[in-house]
Structure formats: C-alpha cells, structure tokens
C-alpha cells in the first residue's frame, strides 16, 4: 500500500513560516490534501486538491506538490495554528485513503 | 446545515464488540459517502472503510476486514460502524467523515467529520 511520511515535528517562531513536508513515491501524480487537528478536536480541512484553500482558511496556508514530495507552508504563522497537520491522499489500491504520519507543529 | 453527531463513548473488554453511530441531519445519507476514521491515543489517522460510491459497495481496510461492519438506516439517516473482537489496541477515538460541503469529491478527500467517540477496550 501506498506510504506517506511526515516529519514527527515542526517548530516555528510566530511571524515566521513553516513548511511542512509530506514524502510520497511520485506522489506529484496525485492529489494531496492537509488535515489540521487541535488537541481534543476532529480533524479540519485547510487544503485540498494540493493548493486549494477551503472558505474559512486564511491565505496564510498554502500548499504544493511536486515530484516526490507535498508541501503545507504556513506563512505569518500564529499561535493558533500550533497543531498536528495530516498529508491525505487517495490511492487506486485497495486502501484507498492514505494518510500521512503527521506532524506537531509547535510555535515557538 | 449539515451535522454528523456521533454517538457517546463506550468501555469494552477484550474480545467484545462495539458499535458507533453517526447520525446526519441537514442532508440525507443516500446523498453522502460516509466512511470511518480512527485514532489511537497518540497516534496518527487511520481509514477504517466506507462508502464506495463508484461500486455501490462498503469497502474496508485490509487491516480491519473480517472484523468491522459499516452500515447505514436510511430511515433514520444513520450511519454505523461495528468492530467486534475488541482488544486494547482498538483503544481509539472513532471518526465518521464524509465529503459534503463541495471541496471533495466522493473519492478524493473528507470536509466534514463527526466530532468523535472514545472507544476504551480494557479488562
């Protein structure tokens, strides 16, 4: 099946940016979608189909992807955007929904 | 105005079932993909199974096949998720998600979650 890595934590001084990477084989050819979840909460949507921001999402968050690798950056980061990000793609596998080992990202 | 509420938490012991519920209000189940999403204390998401929408059919996760059954009353719009052969590793928080507010298709990704249950599986 499809693996997905992510670095376990990211840590950002606020005003600052922070990227957080998501390592996939060839994962460009997909679509990648990111996950915010806050401790004790669902997870929230903040990307999907790699760069596209959901109505509600500041344009802080932004997202690429290319090659082997996905990118969420976090630019002007705050300190409410301390939280745990998830990468998700759909494989054509037979586990189909693929999501990434996550990472805390922790501001400073 | 949709809503997924989940049902309340629940205490198991080991080799026990149990069995969440999703209820959806603001749209009909018929009109969504509903799938299950868990997470261990600690760790990481993890897709359990969920609606197919291309086949028409309930697909599970290889890990958990033989052991969970998702089904869904129509007349009350409610989704299900049962696992049975409870051990302590199955401690998690379960998610019901789904792709409705027009961001995801049905196969790609999940804008809308339920807000969880705690399922504790301990002797």
């Known amino acids: 099946s499809y693996v997905l890595t992510q670095p376990p934590s990211v840590s950002v001084a606020p005003g600052k940016t922070a990227r957080i990477t998501c390592g996939g084989n060839?994962?460009?050819?997909?679509?990648v979608h990111w996950y915010q979840q806050k401790p004790g909460q669902a997870p929230v949507l903040v990307i999907y189909?790699?760069?596209d921001r959901p109505s509600g999402i500041p344009e802080r968050f932004s997202g690429s992807n290319s090659g082997n690798t996905a990118t969420l950056t976090i630019s002007r980061v705050e300190a409410g955007d301390e939280a745990d990000y998830y990468c998700?793609?759909?494989?054509?596998?037979?586990?189909?929904?693929?999501f990434g080992t996550g990472t805390k990202v922790t501001v400073l | 105005q949709v809503q997924l509420v989940q049902s309340g938490a629940e205490v198991k012991k080991p080799g026990a079932s149990v069995k969440v519920s999703c209820k959806v209000s603001?749209?009909?189940?018929?009109?969504?993909?509903m799938h299950w999403v868990r997470q261990a204390p600690g760790k990481g998401l993890e897709w359990m199974g969920g609606?197919?929408?291309?086949?028409?059919?309930?697909i599970y996760a290889q890990k958990f096949q033989g052991r969970v059954t998702m089904t869904e009353d129509t007349s009350t719009d409610t989704a299900y998720m049962e696992l049975s052969s409870l051990r302590s590793e199955d401690t998690a928080v379960y998610y019901c998600?789904?792709?409705?507010?027009?961001?995801?298709?049905?196969?790609?990704?999940?804008?809308?979650w339920g807000q969880g249950t705690l399922v504790t599986v301990s002797s």
């Open positions: 998600a789904t792709a409705v507010l027009g961001y995801c298709s049905s196969t790609s990704c999940f804008d809308y």
């Open positions: 603001g749209y009909t189940l018929t009109e969504l993909s």
């Open positions: 609606f197919d929408p291309e086949d028409g059919e309930t």
């Open positions: 060839n994962i460009g050819s997909k679509s």
């Open positions: 189909y790699d760069s």
């Open positions: 998700q793609v759909w494989d054509s596998s037979s586990d189909p929904y693929v």
